[in-house]
C-alpha cells in the first residue's frame, strides 16, 4: 500500500513533442506529490509537486495532472527538448510522513 | 551555490575496508536524509536524522551507521562494505519531517562508491 507504481520504463519522444509520465498509489493518505528530475551524475532536484485538491498544476513547460478518484498522477512535459533527457521520478509523501515513496523512474529521450 | 554538498563524488575502497562519505549543507535544514542509489533504480532511504535523532529504516543494514556531529554536517559509515554496497549514495535535507510544498527535499550530487 506504500508503493508508487511508475510507467513508462523508459521513454522516447521527438523533440517538439509531449512526454507523457504517470503514476499511480493506493494509500490515500498520500497528500503531496512532488515530481523529481535527475540528470546522469546528479542527484534529483525536485521539479514540480501537486496536492491532491487541484487537479493540475502547471510550471512553465510541465504540467501535473491529478486524478483523485483514480490515484492516478502524470507528468507532462510540453514541446519536449533534448535538454530534458533524464530520469524521472514520481514521488508522494502525507503530513507527518518521514520520508518519500518514490516510483521506479523513468528515462527519457528526446530525440532532436 | 551548492547547498547540499557531497565529498567525495568518486570513492574507491576495497571489499571489507571501511569507508565514510560525507554531506553538509549551508540550508540549516533540521532533516538530513541518506540514500543508495543503484543502477536505474529509485532512491532507497537509508535513514535519516531530525536534528539530533537518529532514525534507521527497518531494512537498512547494519554495516550502515550514521553521525551527525552538529546541523551541518552529516557522515555514512560502511563497516565491511560488500560488493553489492558499490552505488551512488545521495544526501539530501528538508527544513523538517512531512514534506510538504513549501519543505521539498534537496539533494546532494552523491557520492559514487565502488568496491575493488
Known amino acids: 500500500q506504500q508503493q508508487v507504481k511508475q510507467s513508462p520504463q523508459s521513454l522516447i519522444v521527438q523533440k517538439g513533442g509531449i512526454s507523457i509520465i504517470n503514476c499511480a498509489y493506493e494509500n490515500t493518505a498520500f497528500d503531496y506529490f512532488p515530481w523529481y528530475q535527475q540528470f546522469p551524475g546528479k542527484g534529483p532536484a525536485l521539479l514540480i509537486a501537486i496536492r491532491p485538491d487541484v487537479s493540475e498544476k502547471k510550471e512553465g513547460r510541465f504540467t501535473i495532472s491529478f486524478n483523485k478518484s483514480a490515484k492516478q498522477f502524470s507528468l507532462h512535459i510540453m514541446d519536449s527538448q533534448p535538454g530534458d533527457s533524464a530520469t524521472y521520478f514520481c514521488a508522494a509523501t502525507f503530513q507527518g510522513a518521514q520520508k518519500l515513496v518514490f516510483g521506479q523512474g523513468t528515462r527519457l529521450t528526446i530525440n532532436p | 551555490d551548492a547547498m547540499v554538498i557531497q565529498n567525495p563524488r568518486y570513492q574507491v575502497t576495497q571489499f571489507g575496508k571501511p569507508v565514510t562519505l560525507s554531506c553538509s549543507q549551508t540550508?540549516?535544514?533540521?532533516?538530513m536524509y541518506w540514500y543508495q542509489q543503484k543502477s536505474s533504480q529509485a532512491p532507497k532511504l537509508l535513514f535519516h536524522y531530525y536534528d539530533k535523532d537518529f532514525n534507521n529504516e527497518a531494512d537498512t543494514p547494519d554495516n550502515f551507521q550514521s553521525r551527525r556531529p552538529n546541523t551541518s554536517f552529516c557522515f555514512l559509515d560502511i563497516r565491511s562494505p560488500g560488493l553489492g554496497d558499490a552505488a551512488m549514495y545521495l544526501c539530501a535535507t528538508s527544513r523538517d519531517l512531512g514534506v510538504r510544498s513549501n519543505q521539498p527535499q534537496h539533494f546532494g550530487d552523491g557520492t559514487r562508491l565502488s568496491i575493488l
Open positions: 540550508l540549516n535544514h533540521n532533516v
